[in-house]
């Protein structure tokens, strides 16, 4: 009597085992697929995070306002100076230095500047580039979407961008434009404007990660670049 009682009861558990086993194989969630393409990762929370290169605001060309000979250049390329620094320090004579024929050439906005384009002991002509200025009060981030990620994305959404280079900084962007190209290839762009600090922290060329929140699902993935 025992003995069947012994063998009903392991019969059962096996039986239970089995149906349970069964329908965790049944319920387990798949392991997901490891991302392939390097510009994008898609996250779960309804957001994809792409990648993009940090742009100027705008650029200035820098001018020489008179011709001469110059004298003193005050930056190299890439420095980062201020509103009405003085940049270049020329001469309008060759042969006098009298405070009189003292010209200068002074940055029309705070910013980095590249390109240089003058020496010392070279002439300059007036209206002549000397440097271009990047103004980084504010900076952009374009970022490459599919079409389908770029129709969730709306002019002034809120955006978060980690930069790189500063890897324990976390700034918030505004979308400025989302323009789509249909050719050589469908894509979309998607233009983030990020406010800098002061003085600038964020500079061109700085590789940036943008958040952007989507309102469903995406249907693919980022675009390549």
């Known amino acids: 009597m025992r ?4 063998s009903l009861f392991t019969a059962c558990l096996l039986g239970f085992l089995s149906v349970w086993s069964y329908a965790q194989q049944r319920v387990a969630p798949k392991r997901p697929i490891p991302l392939t393409q390097a510009d994008y990762q898609r996250s779960t929370a309804g957001s994809v995070t792409a ?7 705008y650029t200035v060309p820098v001018v ?6 110059v004298r003193e250049v ?5 420095d980062y100076v201020r509103s009405r620094h003085i940049l270049v320090k020329f001469m309008r004579n060759n042969l006098h230095s009298s ?10 906005c705070a910013g980095f500047l590249v390109q240089k384009n003058v020496e010392v ?4 002509q ?12 504010f900076v952009k981030v374009p970022v490459v979407v599919t079409a389908q990620v770029g129709q969730q994305v709306q002019v002034c959404d809120e955006v978060v961008v980690r930069v790189a280079e500063l890897p324990t900084r976390r700034f918030v962007g505004v979308v400025e434009r989302v323009v789509t190209h249909r050719l050589p290839q469908p894509k979309t762009v998607v233009e983030v404007l990020v406010k800098n600090t002061v003085p600038a922290s964020i500079r061109p060329q700085m590789h940036a ?4 929140s989507l309102r469903s699902a995406p249907l693919a993935a980022v675009a390549r670049r």
Do not use: C, H, M
């Open 64 to 69: 020489a306002p008179a011709g001469g000979w």
């Open 121 to 124: 002991g070279g002439r300059v």
């Open 99 to 108: 405070v009189l024929d003292r010209g200068y050439v002074l940055a029309p």
């Open 126 to 137: 007036v209206g002549k580039t000397v440097a271009v200025l990047q103004e980084v009060s």
């Open 3 to 6: 003995g069947s009682i012994l």
């Open 51 to 57: 990648k993009g290169i940090v742009a100027p605001g």
């Open 209 to 212: 990660n943008v958040v952007l």
């Open 74 to 78: 005050f930056f190299t390329n890439g």
